[in-house]
């Protein structure tokens, strides 16, 4: 049972733009940065966006992040074919004294 | 380029134990800590641990805890997990992820994984 709550799957054609949320608590998403992963079948996650908000310099535009509250976000935007991926979120926990992850979101390209 | 290699697959009957490496190079070690995450199969990330690079501070996931250990050797640019008394649901991708704030999940560099894989 993952300690942030993510959406299992979303979906849209190619071309259009999907949401991801990431649901926590105060102790978390409520008090620390997001970051968010994708990550393909066998291999390892990729950050995408970080401090909530950030890019890595070789993140393309089309992926950004937001945070309200105890809440977070992450927005694809001219969804590609090869974007289709397993997407987490992940922040600290201080209550728990330990990273969570999201349970991770199946976007799936139409 | 920052490169995190990783040592090879283990298969360990239950109540074994598993080591897995984790070689940095690329970035001066000590300027960054190495955090640890685990993926069963099918399933989602799962944080594991974290240690500081000067073996200063260690943080691990509540239910290991006993059972595992993070190791620096600054001298081999080498971060090491050890996992004890392992049982199936220990069966996973482990992963080693450098980052610059151990408190929390600012990964940007991951090693390929390390599977290992506990049955009888």
């Known amino acids: 049972q993952a300690v942030l709550t993510q959406p299992p799957s979303v979906s849209a054609a190619a071309g259009q733009q999907v949401t991801i949320s990431c649901s926590g608590g105060?102790?978390?998403?409520?008090?620390?940065?997001v970051s968010w992963y994708q990550q393909f079948p066998g291999t390892a996650p990729k950050l995408l966006i970080y401090?909530?908000?950030q890019r890595p310099s070789e993140i393309p535009d089309r992926f950004s992040g937001s945070k309200s509250g105890t809440s977070a976000t992450l927005g694809i935007t001219g969804l590609q074919p090869g974007d289709e991926a397993h997407y987490y979120c992940?922040?600290?926990?201080?209550?728990?004294?330990?990273?969570?992850f999201g349970g991770g979101t199946k976007v799936t390209v139409l | 380029q920052v490169h995190l290699e990783q040592s090879g697959p283990e298969m360990k009957p239950p109540g074994a134990s598993a080591k897995v490496s984790c070689k940095a190079s690329g970035y001066i070690f000590v300027d960054f800590d190495m955090a640890w995450v685990r993926q069963a199969p099918g399933q989602g990330l799962e944080w594991v641990g974290w240690v500081s690079s000067n073996s200063d501070d260690k943080r691990y996931a509540s239910h290991l805890q006993d059972r595992i250990t993070l190791t620096i050797d600054s001298s081999t640019n080498t971060a090491n997990m050890e996992l004890r008394s392992l049982t199936s649901g220990d069966t996973a991708v482990y992963y080693c992820?450098?980052?610059?704030?151990?408190?929390?999940?600012?990964?940007?560099?991951w090693g390929q994984g390390t599977r290992v894989s506990v049955s009888s």
């Open positions: 401090d909530n908000s």
């Open positions: 105060a102790s978390n998403v409520g008090m620390h940065f």
């Open positions: 992940g922040t600290w926990d201080t209550g728990l004294r330990a990273g969570v």
């Open positions: 992820a450098r980052t610059p704030r151990g408190t929390s999940t600012l990964y940007g560099h």
